[in-house]
């Protein structure tokens, strides 16, 4: 039989985070009905505590300005047009002058990289599984398999490398588009500007700009600011539209898996272009 100080602690506990005019409605109904079980009552109250603990941590987070440390807004990944006559290493040097007058501190290299996977024929429908590396995620491995029109995004280990390798029967690896975008990375204020040379087998392809914004995660709240930074990094080549991945992802948090998908994004261009895939 719980006390009336008892039914008030978990009536608090209810009301607390998003859940109140949902799930703290039923948990008050179970309250006043006699003849709710406790195993009911029980798992109401873990999940308010589990949602409540949760936005608890967002919000101390917002408060001492720490969700940087988290996740990071890569809002904007953007292909840098080549200039004829003027090679990859000619264009990240012309990129990072460009940059350091503008105040910003070099902060070390950084790369991404992405191989690809494609199942055997005799499995029937043909699968693809991209596997992609992040240097700012060095514990983490992305995939994304590719199945008909269903999208599977996953993040592991680093064992994940070894299991693909394991499966030669199953998925076989085309090296020959193994493909990375590889280059100086630079800190101003509160960006972090990334200059990729982007090479598939050891052949230039381009360049690729990656600018990270920090105090903020949500790309709806910060797509005008690192818009005209950008635009006043770049210049013109820079369109006044989001990207097309994070077109309808505005309001959501952003997550280190939306970079691998921006990231993939490209690379299927480059490759496209090269005509091997």
Request: proline share 4%; aromatic share 8%.
């Amino acid at each position: 039989m719980k006390t009336a100080g008892s039914k008030q602690r978990y009536l608090r506990v209810a009301r607390a985070g998003t859940v109140q005019s949902s799930l703290g409605c039923r948990i008050r109904q179970h309250l006043r009905t006699p003849t709710a079980t406790r195993q009911i009552f029980d798992s109401c109250i873990c999940i308010a505590m589990r949602i409540s603990a949760k936005h608890r941590y967002w919000d101390k987070c917002k408060e001492q300005n720490q969700l940087g440390h988290v996740f990071h807004l890569d809002l904007r990944l953007q292909q840098y047009p080549m200039i004829e006559n003027r090679t990859g290493p000619q264009t990240i040097e012309f990129l990072s002058k460009r940059i350091l007058a503008l105040g910003a501190v070099q902060a070390g290299q950084f790369l991404v990289d992405c191989e690809t996977y494609m199942s055997v024929p005799q499995l029937g429908i043909q699968r693809t599984v991209h596997v992609l590396h992040n240097s700012e995620q060095p514990a983490s491995v992305f995939a994304i398999l590719e199945s008909g029109n269903k999208v599977v995004p996953l993040i592991a280990d680093g064992l994940f490398d070894l299991l693909m390798l394991k499966m030669p029967t199953i998925y076989t690896s085309k090296k020959q588009t193994k493909i990375e975008s590889k280059g100086p990375r630079f800190e101003i204020g509160d960006f972090c500007v990334k200059l990729g040379s982007v090479t598939m087998s050891q052949n230039f392809k381009g360049v690729l700009v990656e600018v990270e914004y920090r105090p903020c995660v949500v790309p709806g709240s910060a797509w005008e600011l690192i818009r005209e930074f950008l635009q006043g990094f770049l210049g013109s080549t820079v369109s006044n539209q989001a990207p097309q991945y994070l077109q309808n992802r505005m309001n959501d948090i952003y997550q280190p898996l939306d970079t691998i998908h921006q990231y993939l994004e490209h690379f299927g261009q480059y490759r496209k272009a090269t005509g091997v895939i």
